[in-house]
């Protein structure tokens, strides 16, 4: 028996879902019996469903709308001629003495902020901003770890309608740089470091390099989370306790901007050079979350929402949008194995946290590590468990019910950085069944599709999204003609978005995520690119080429092997992987570093010297070499019998169950 949980009839007729049935039902006439034929209406009538969202919600604008879409993808307007603001929805009817958020951390006690103090200090910022020159559409990032100063300075930028970017301070300057350069921010907020597994690392030094790489770069708000000094090596050096937390009591302002303005830079993996600047805009970030948090998560007022994240992965502006609800942001800052890996479920035990979103490897993690949290810990308060940023094996979902509590929601979802939502997600109205998420989300076309763009069901295919949703980007930073927009989704499906992920739709309609079908290594839910890796690797002068893929195993976990070709006169020492791994760490981050490093005779190319990334991804995978692999187009075949053996070994090693095996149709 595969079904796992079924919400109680008292709660799914308390659901949100269950509300806006009645509403659909009351105010048009729209009644409608399984979810699936709710999401058929949906999609079907896309711009009347999303107008009724807008009036749903009561979201606040100025100004009127003649047409909901105009255009198709890529390139579709929402609501042109209405202006509102994100960060406004989060603040409404919230009273001063109502909690905001919670926040805990490795070090220091828990913080808990009121409304109240949330406003002023927001009010402070934007304050601060303006004295700083920053307006409408300026942009202002921060390398901050998940502390409450973050998301205060992200309520004051996108409240002013600036442009909010953010990267966690275990990215390395090259990075960071990288990111941040394309979109030349006027302010920085910046820390003095953070801590992870009980260890401080202190990021001094890399902020004064960013700044010097970023000549855009006006004014630095240093935040000293570790307690270090304020280094002043120049006048744009402020610190927050004094700017901030000194000021007097200002009121919050909301600059109401066009639908399509944009509200934050989120950046993609940098598989194919610098990583793309992914701009969402207010209107469509909006809508989006205020529907999923509703519909697929079934938030409700004065609930606590808790998404284990760092500032650099798209969860953590995701968490924000509980507020849109009602419900008090929960925070955490650290290791989620510091002091033991009970820390997290210890943390949803005391507060209590009702939503409790985390990765698939981190479950997959407590149960390789025999971690059973309802020996410890009651757990009554806890909803839900969500669970992204990789698939979850049916053995993750034996572990949650057998181990963390029988009777909670596990609503895995899949979505990515390019939508800052998911495309599938929870549906309480549907029971849990082993290994699958629940359904496609409202709203959003989603369908699997073979190389010839026929519909799949029961089999594999490529992750297709066929009409547009509000929260796709509005373009790429930089991009002018959307050059690189269309060839990151396009290419494949003219006029069709073609994420990236083999999925399989269930026939009860269910779906089931294999894993990226691309060369973009999803690794423990954030995307790096290739690019990235083989910049610092190949700049060792003993190696002259490399080869990086990151395969999803069938028990959640990652395995990333990278492939070095030395120079003729040199060899694969410890040493030099040793140097490689540290060079990682340093420039980019710990999750770049590789699993194995394996010296290898060639790297297959296609004949314009294209990394053949995918194709030896798929026969990794099991997929076979004449499917996997077009032996014609290469340039070197001869290197392939190295891969087709390490393929064995891998297969050998990793992937023993044949049905643990992704097959694309």
Same mark, same amino acid.
């Not at 007729?13 to 699936?36: A, C, I, M, N, P």
């Not at 899949?414 to 998911?422: E, F, L, N, Q, R």
């Given at each position: 028996?595969?079904?796992?949980?079924?919400?109680?009839?008292?709660?799914?007729?308390?659901?949100?879902?269950?509300?806006?049935?009645?509403?659909?039902?009351?105010?048009?006439?729209?009644?409608?019996?399984?979810? #699936?034929?709710?999401?058929?209406?949906?999609?079907?009538?896309?711009?009347?469903?999303?107008?009724?969202?807008?009036?749903?919600?009561?979201?606040?604008?100025?100004?009127?709308?003649?047409?909901?879409?105009?255009?198709?993808?890529?390139?579709?307007?929402?609501?042109?001629?209405?202006?509102?603001?994100?960060?406004?929805?989060?603040?409404?009817?919230?009273?001063?003495?109502?909690? !905001?958020?919670?926040?805990?951390?490795?070090?220091?006690?828990?913080?808990?902020?009121?409304?109240?103090?949330?406003?002023?200090?927001?009010?402070?910022?934007?304050?601060?901003?303006?004295?700083?020159?920053?307006?409408?559409?300026? &942009?202002?990032?921060?390398?901050?770890?998940?502390?409450p100063e973050a998301s205060i300075a992200f309520f004051a930028t996108a409240a002013m309608g600036a442009v909010w970017s953010s990267c966690s301070p275990d990215f390395g300057t090259f990075s960071v740089v990288e990111r941040? =350069?394309?979109?030349?921010?006027?302010?920085?907020?910046?820390?003095?470091?953070?801590?992870?597994?009980?260890?401080?690392?202190?990021?001094?030094?890399?902020?004064?390099?960013?700044?010097?790489?970023?000549?855009?770069?006006?004014?630095?708000?240093?935040? /000293?989370?570790?307690?270090?000094?304020?280094? &002043?090596?120049?006048?744009?050096?402020?610190?927050?306790?004094?700017?901030?937390?000194? #000021?007097?009591?200002?009121?919050?302002?909301?600059?109401?901007?066009?639908?399509?303005?944009?509200?934050?830079?989120?950046? =993609?993996?940098?598989?194919?050079?610098?990583?793309?600047?992914?701009?969402?805009?207010?209107?469509?970030?909006?809508? +989006?979350?205020?529907?999923?948090?509703?519909?697929?998560?079934?938030?409700?007022?004065?609930?606590?929402?808790?998404? $284990?994240?760092?500032?650099?992965?798209?969860?953590?502006?995701?968490?924000?949008?509980?507020?849109?609800?009602?419900?008090?942001?929960?925070?955490? +800052?650290?290791?989620?194995?510091? /002091?033991?890996?009970?820390?997290?479920?210890?943390?949803?035990?005391?507060?209590?946290?009702?939503?409790?979103?985390? =990765?698939?490897?981190?479950?997959?993690?407590?149960?390789?590590?025999g971690v059973r949290p309802r020996d410890r810990y009651a757990l009554r308060y806890l909803r839900s468990i969500g669970s992204t940023g990789a698939p979850l094996p049916p053995e993750g979902f034996d572990y949650v019910y057998?181990?963390?509590?029988?009777?909670?929601?596990?609503?895995?979802?899949?979505?990515?950085?390019?939508?800052?939502?998911?495309?599938?997600?929870?549906?309480?109205?549907?029971?849990?069944?082993?290994?699958?998420?629940?359904?496609?989300?409202?709203?959003?076309?989603?369908?699997?599709?073979?190389?010839?763009?026929? =519909?799949?069901?029961?089999?594999?295919?490529?992750?297709?999204?066929?009409?547009?949703?509000?929260?796709?980007?509005?373009?790429?930073?930089?991009?002018?003609?959307?050059?690189?927009? &269309?060839?990151?989704?396009?290419?494949?499906? /003219?006029?069709?978005? @073609?994420?990236?992920?083999?999925?399989?739709?269930?026939?009860?309609?269910?779906?089931?995520? $294999?894993?990226?079908?691309?060369?973009?290594?999803?690794?423990?839910?954030?995307?790096?690119?290739?690019?990235?890796?083989?910049?610092?690797?190949?700049?060792?002068?003993?190696?002259?080429?490399?080869?990086?893929?990151?395969?999803?195993?069938?028990?959640?976990?990652?395995?990333?092997?990278?492939?070095?070709?030395t120079d003729e006169d040199k060899t694969l020492t410890d040493e030099l992987r040793q140097r490689i791994k540290e060079r990682l760490r340093e420039q980019y981050s710990p999750r770049h570093v590789p699993d194995e490093i394996?010296?290898?005779?060639?790297? /297959?190319?296609?004949?314009?010297?294209?990394? %053949?990334?995918?194709?030896?991804?798929?026969?990794?995978?099991? %997929?076979?070499?004449?499917? !996997?692999?077009?032996?014609?187009?290469?340039?070197?075949?001869?290197?392939?019998?190295?891969? +087709?053996?390490?393929?064995?070994?891998?297969?050998? @090693?990793?992937?023993?169950?044949?049905?643990?095996?992704?097959?694309?149709?």
């Amino acid at each position: 028996m595969d079904t796992l949980w079924r919400a109680s009839d008292d709660v799914r007729k308390k659901s949100q879902l269950s509300r806006f049935r009645r509403y659909l039902k009351e105010q048009y006439g729209l009644q409608f019996g399984e979810y #699936r034929q709710l999401w058929q209406w949906s999609v079907e009538h896309l711009s009347e469903f999303w107008s009724i969202l807008l009036e749903y919600f009561e979201v606040d604008y100025s100004g009127t709308y003649s047409e909901v879409l105009k255009g198709s993808m890529p390139g579709a307007r929402w609501f042109e001629g209405i202006e509102l603001n994100y960060a406004e929805h989060l603040f409404r009817r919230k009273e001063d003495v109502d909690i !905001a958020l919670f926040w805990r951390g490795e070090r220091g006690p828990q913080r808990q902020l009121s409304w109240g103090e949330v406003k002023q200090k927001t009010a402070a910022v934007q304050a601060l901003l303006r004295d700083a020159g920053v307006g409408t559409g300026d &942009r202002v990032a921060a390398y901050l770890p998940n502390v409450p100063e973050a998301s205060i300075a992200f309520f004051a930028t996108a409240a002013m309608g600036a442009v909010w970017s953010s990267c966690s301070p275990d990215f390395g300057t090259f990075s960071v740089v990288e990111r941040f =350069s394309q979109i030349q921010p006027k302010v920085l907020f910046a820390c003095d470091g953070y801590t992870y597994n009980g260890k401080e690392y202190n990021r001094t030094e890399e902020v004064l390099h960013i700044v010097q790489q970023i000549p855009s770069i006006q004014l630095v708000v240093w935040v /000293p989370y570790l307690g270090v000094d304020l280094p &002043r090596p120049d006048s744009r050096f402020v610190d927050w306790e004094h700017q901030v937390e000194a #000021r007097g009591v200002e009121v919050v302002q909301f600059v109401r901007v066009p639908f399509a303005h944009p509200l934050w830079v989120l950046y =993609s993996s940098g598989t194919t050079g610098k990583p793309k600047a992914i701009t969402h805009g207010h209107g469509g970030v909006l809508l +989006e979350h205020f529907k999923y948090m509703a519909f697929h998560n079934d938030v409700h007022p004065g609930e606590n929402f808790f998404w $284990y994240s760092t500032t650099g992965w798209m969860m953590w502006n995701f968490v924000h949008a509980s507020a849109l609800m009602g419900a008090r942001i929960v925070l955490y +800052e650290g290791s989620a194995a510091y /002091p033991d890996m009970y820390r997290l479920w210890q943390y949803a035990e005391e507060l209590p946290i009702h939503h409790f979103g985390t =990765s698939a490897p981190y479950l997959m993690a407590c149960r390789k590590r025999g971690v059973r949290p309802r020996d410890r810990y009651a757990l009554r308060y806890l909803r839900s468990i969500g669970s992204t940023g990789a698939p979850l094996p049916p053995e993750g979902f034996d572990y949650v019910y057998e181990e963390v509590h029988p009777d909670v929601w596990l609503c895995s979802m899949s979505g990515g950085t390019d939508v800052c939502t998911a495309f599938v997600g929870g549906c309480i109205e549907r029971p849990v069944y082993r290994g699958e998420i629940q359904c496609r989300a409202l709203g959003c076309d989603l369908d699997a599709w073979d190389a010839e763009g026929n =519909s799949l069901v029961g089999k594999v295919g490529e992750m297709v999204i066929k009409q547009p949703m509000p929260s796709m980007p509005i373009y790429f930073w930089n991009d002018p003609d959307m050059r690189r927009y &269309r060839e990151s989704y396009f290419s494949m499906y /003219p006029g069709v978005w @073609r994420h990236g992920d083999w999925i399989e739709i269930t026939p009860r309609d269910g779906v089931i995520i $294999y894993g990226r079908s691309d060369a973009t290594l999803n690794r423990h839910g954030v995307r790096i690119g290739t690019a990235e890796i083989y910049k610092v690797v190949e700049s060792l002068p003993e190696i002259i080429d490399s080869l990086i893929v990151n395969l999803e195993l069938p028990d959640g976990n990652h395995y990333m092997p990278l492939y070095v070709v030395t120079d003729e006169d040199k060899t694969l020492t410890d040493e030099l992987r040793q140097r490689i791994k540290e060079r990682l760490r340093e420039q980019y981050s710990p999750r770049h570093v590789p699993d194995e490093i394996i010296q290898a005779p060639g790297i /297959p190319t296609t004949i314009s010297g294209k990394k %053949m990334e995918a194709p030896v991804k798929r026969l990794f995978l099991g %997929m076979d070499r004449e499917r !996997a692999i077009n032996i014609g187009a290469m340039k070197n075949p001869e290197v392939m019998p190295f891969y +087709e053996a390490e393929a064995r070994r891998i297969q050998e @090693r990793f992937f023993s169950e044949p049905s643990a095996k992704p097959t694309q149709s």
